[in-house]
C-alpha cells in the first residue's frame, strides 16, 4: 500500500506494493474529489512572453549583477509559464520576480522550504493514516461512516492553495526545474545541497484546475467500475458440445480472476486442464476483440461458448449484441481526460511523460531499451523449451503464466505456520522481535533496535501493507493479518515483504540531512528491498534452505513473470503513442490499433519463444484501461532486485543496504550507480535467469 511524502504533492503519496496500486489510484482521486469548481479559472497563461521574461531576467540581473545568469533565466521562464492571469498582469509577473527572487538568501530560502513541507506533508500524512486507521487495522465491524473518513484526504486543496497564495511560483522561481536528462548527468556532480534544492524544484509541477481534474476523476471513477464490475460467471461457460467444467459459484474478474484460474490449472494435467485453460485463453482473446455478448458479462444464468462465440438462453442458441468496443471507448475517455491536464503540465506536457519522466523518472526510452533487450535475450528460447519439456507438449500462447517454476519448501506449510503461530501470537510480539529479525539478517543489535525504534506494527485488517512516515519525527508502519491463533507463515512472508519496505522508509528518511532529500528515487526501489527480505524469510526462521533448486526456480519464476509484464506494459505504451499521435480516433480504430501492436509486440518477441503467431493475448490487462501507464513499475523493481542481489553477493548485509538506502532521492541512474556501480539495465537480472536455467538443467 502507500504512503511515503514529497515530491510532487499528490503523486507524493508513493505505494508500496506494486499490487496495491488500486489504492493509489483510488486515493489519487479522492485527494481532488473535494475540490469545488471555480468558474473563474483562466486558462494557462500565455500573458508572459518572452519580451516579458527578457526584460524580468534583465532587471533581475541587474539588481543581482553577482548571480548565475543561466538558473535566474531559467527561474523568470519556469514561474512565466505557470503564472495564470488572474495572478496578475505582465508588469505585476515582473514585480513579482524582482520581489521574491532571492539569490541571497538561497539557503535560508531552501531550510525554510524543506522545514515547512517536512511539516505540511509529514503531518497531512499522520492525519490521513489516522482517519484510515479503523479502515486498515483491528476486526471491530466498520461503520459506514469509516469509508468515509477513510475517502478524505487534507492534500485535496494543498496544490491549489500554494498556487494561489503564490508560494508555489515563489518555489519554482528560486528553485528552477531540472529536467530527468539534466538530473541523470548533472546530477552526479551535486552536492547534498544542490540535489535538495533541485528536489525542491519538482514539487507542485502542474497547476491543473479543479474543474479540470474532476472532470478526470468523474472518468477514472466510471472507468474503474467498468473493470470492477467485468465478472465471468464461469458456470455459464461451456465448450463446443456444450458440456460445463467450471464450478458453480465461480465468478472471476477479468483480467486478474481469469488469469489466476488458468494459472491454477497448470496443476491439473489431464484432458480436463488443459480444456479450462483453452476455455479460459478463448474468453480473453473475445473479450480483447469485444465479440463477447454485453449481457453475458457479470450476469448470471445464459451460457456462453468462447470457442465459436456461440450464446445460448434457456439451453437454445441466440443471437446477441456483441460488446461494440466499450472497453476501447473507456480507454479513449481516460486519455481524453488525461489529455486535458497537459496544458495545465508545463514541465511534463503530456501523459506519457507524467508517468515515466516525472512517475517512474525513467524515460520512455530507457524503460522501452531496457525492456526489448529483456525481451530479445536468448535464453527465453531455451527457458520456453524446458518449460515445453516439463508440460510435455508444445507451448501454448498463455504459457507466458505458466505456473511450473514455484517450489515446496521441504517443510510443509503447516509446519511453517506452527512455528510462525507459535513466535508471533500477536501484533506486540512481532514489534518486540523485529530487532532480533534484522539481527538473523546481519545488522548489529544497536543498529537493529536504532532502526526498529522506528517501526510500529499494527494487525491489519486486509493480507498487509507497509505505510511510510513523511516526517522525521512520525515512525512507519507494518501492518500484516495476524489471526486469532497466531501469524501463519503466509501472513510472516508477507510481515518480511512489508518490514523490507519499513527498513527503507527508515534509513531513507532518518538518515538522510535535508529533508529535500530524503526517499528513493520511486516505487520499483523500496519494492527491490522489500523482495530482498521477503526471499529471506525461511533464514529468519532458522529453516536452511534443503531444497537445492529452490532459489534457480524463483529467479525463473520471476523471469518468466518479468517477461509477461514487460510484454504487456509494452503494449500500453505504445498505445498511449498512438492515441496522441491520433487524438481523433474511434473506439473501433484504437481496438484495431491496440490488436495490432499487440500482435507485433508477440510476432517480434514471444513468437520465436512460443513457436506461435499473432496471438493478441498481451492486450488482455485490465490495468491497461484503468490505471494506463503503471505496468512498466513492476518488472523495474525486479530488475533493481538482481542487480543489487548481485552486488550484495559475498558483502556485508546490514552495511551495504544501509549505505545504499542513505543515497536518497537522486535520480535512478545516479542512484543505481552510486548504489551498485552500474545504471539499471537487463543484464545481470538475464545472466540470473541463465545460470539458475543451466544449473536446473
Ligand atoms: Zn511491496
New binding site residues.
Given amino acids: 500500500m502507500l504512503i511515503k511524502k514529497k515530491t510532487y504533492t499528490f503523486a507524493a503519496l508513493k505505494i508500496?506494493?506494486?499490487?496495491?496500486y488500486i489504492v493509489f489510484i483510488v486515493l489519487v482521486m479522492v485527494f481532488f474529489s473535494c475540490t469545488q469548481n471555480n468558474s473563474k479559472e483562466k486558462e494557462m497563461s500565455t500573458t508572459i512572453s518572452t519580451q516579458v521574461v527578457d526584460e524580468t531576467v534583465r532587471e533581475l540581473e541587474a539588481k543581482f549583477p553577482a548571480s548565475d545568469k543561466e538558473l535566474l533565466r531559467r527561474g523568470v521562464q519556469i514561474t512565466g509559464k505557470f503564472w495564470l492571469e488572474r495572478d496578475g498582469s505582465p508588469n505585476e509577473f515582473k514585480q513579482f520576480c524582482l520581489d521574491n527572487y532571492e539569490p541571497q538568501n538561497k539557503k535560508q530560502l531552501l531550510e525554510r522550504f524543506s522545514k515547512n513541507l517536512e511539516n505540511v506533508y509529514g503531518r497531512f500524512i499522520q492525519v490521513s493514516t489516522q482517519v484510515q486507521f479503523a479502515l486498515h487495522v483491528g476486526n471491530e465491524p466498520l461503520l459506514p461512516v469509516d469509508e468515509v473518513f477513510a475517502s478524505w484526504s487534507p492534500f485535496a486543496h494543498l496544490n491549489d492553495d500554494w498556487f494561489d497564495n503564490k508560494l508555489a511560483l515563489i518555489l519554482h522561481l528560486n528553485f528552477p526545474y531540472y529536467s530527468l536528462d539534466e538530473r541523470n548527468t548533472k546530477g552526479f556532480q551535486w552536492s547534498d545541497e544542490e540535489n535538495a534544492a533541485v528536489n525542491l524544484g519538482l514539487n507542485f509541477a502542474s497547476r491543473v484546475p479543479s474543474k479540470v481534474q474532476q472532470k478526470a476523476n468523474e472518468t477514472a471513477t466510471r472507468t474503474e467500475l467498468y473493470i470492477s464490475n467485468y465478472n465471468i460467471y464461469m458456470n455459464n461457460i461451456v465448450d463446443e458440445k456444450g458440456e460445463k467444467h467450471f464450478p458453480k459459484d465461480m465468478r472471476l474478474i477479468s483480467h486478474w480472476g481469469l488469469r489466476d484460474e488458468l494459472k491454477s490449472n497448470y496443476v491439473d494435467r489431464s484432458e480436463t486442464g488443459l480444456l479450462k485453460q483453452k476455455l479460459l485463453y478463448e474468453l480473453m482473446l473475445r473479450i480483447i476483440n469485444q465479440d463477447i455478448p454485453q449481457e453475458f458479462i457479470n450476469t448470471e444464468g445464459n451460457d456462453y461458448c468462447p470457442s465459436n462465440n456461440k450464446f445460448f438462453k434457456n439451453g437454445k442458441e441466440t443471437a446477441f449484441e456483441r460488446e461494440n468496443d466499450v472497453r476501447y471507448a473507456f480507454l479513449l475517455e481516460v486519455f481524453n481526460a488525461e489529455k486535458a491536464s497537459d496544458e495545465y503540465s508545463p514541465l511534463y506536457p503530456d501523459a506519457i511523460k507524467r508517468a515515466f519522466d516525472q512517475g517512474l523518472e525513467m524515460t520512455f526510452d530507457e524503460v522501452e531499451t531496457i525492456f526489448t533487450t529483456f525481451l530479445s535475450a536468448s535464453v527465453n528460447k531455451e527457458i520456453g523449451k524446458y518449460i515445453s519439456n516439463q508440460l510435455g507438449r508444445p507451448l501454448q500462447a498463455y504459457d507466458i503464466w505458466y505456473d511450473g517454476f514455484k517450489t515446496r519448501s521441504a517443510i510443509s506449510e503447516d509446519d511453517l505456520t506452527a512455528k510462525t503461530a507459535k513466535m508471533f501470537p500477536n501484533a506486540q510480539t512481532l514489534q518486540k522481535q523485529l530487532p532480533e529479525i534484522l539481527q538473523t539478517l546481519g545488522y548489529s543489535k544497536e543498529r537493529a533496535t536504532e532502526i526498529c525504534k522506528y517501526i510500529a506494527v499494527d494487525a491489519a485488517r486486509g493480507s498487509g501493507h507497509?505505510m511510510g512516515a513523511g516526517m522525521r519525527s512520525d515512525i512507519s508502519r507494518l501492518r500484516v493479518r495476524i489471526p486469532e491463533t497466531g501469524l501463519n507463515y503466509n501472513g510472516f512472508n508477507v510481515a518480511m515483504?512489508?518490514f523490507?519496505?519499513n527498513v527503507e522508509q527508515t534509513v531513507s528518511m532518518y538518515d538522510i540531512d535535508n529533508y529535500m532529500n530524503t526517499g528513493i528515487p520511486n516505487t520499483a526501489f523500496?519494492?527491490a528491498l522489500?523482495f530482498i527480505f521477503q526471499k529471506r524469510d525461511l533464514d529468519v526462521l532458522g529453516y536452511a534452505e534443503t531444497n537445492p533448486d529452490k532459489q534457480k526456480m524463483t529467479t525463473l519464476d520471476i523471469y518468466w513473470g518479468a517477461l509477461e509484464i514487460m510484454g504487456v506494459a509494452l503494449v500500453d505504451m505504445y498505445a498511449w503513442q498512438w492515441m496522441y499521435a491520433n487524438p481523433d480516433a474511434s473506439p473501433q480504430q484504437l481496438k484495431a490499433a491496440v490488436i495490432d501492436i499487440a500482435k507485433n509486440l508477440w510476432n517480434k518477441y514471444f513468437a520465436p519463444v512460443f513457436g506461435i503467431t499473432d496471438s493478441p493475448i498481451l492486450a488482455i490487462y485490465s490495468h491497461m484501461i484503468s490505471y494506463p501507464l503503471y505496468l512498466a513499475a513492476y518488472p523495474v523493481g525486479h530488475l533493481i532486485e538482481f542487480q543489487l542481489e548481485q552486488h550484495l553477493e559475498g558483502k556485508n548485509f546490514a552495511a551495504e543496504i544501509d549505505r545504499i538506502y542513505r543515497i536518497g532521492h537522486r535520480s535512478p541512474t545516479v542512484w543505481m550507480t552510486k548504489a551498485v556501480g552500474s545504471k539499471l539495465s537487463a543484464e545481470a537480472f538475464i545472466k540470473a535467469a541463465s545460470e539458475a536455467l543451466g544449473a536446473l538443467r
Fill in positions: 508500496n506494493c506494486m499490487k496495491r507497509a515483504h512489508e523490507g519496505h523500496t519494492e522489500a
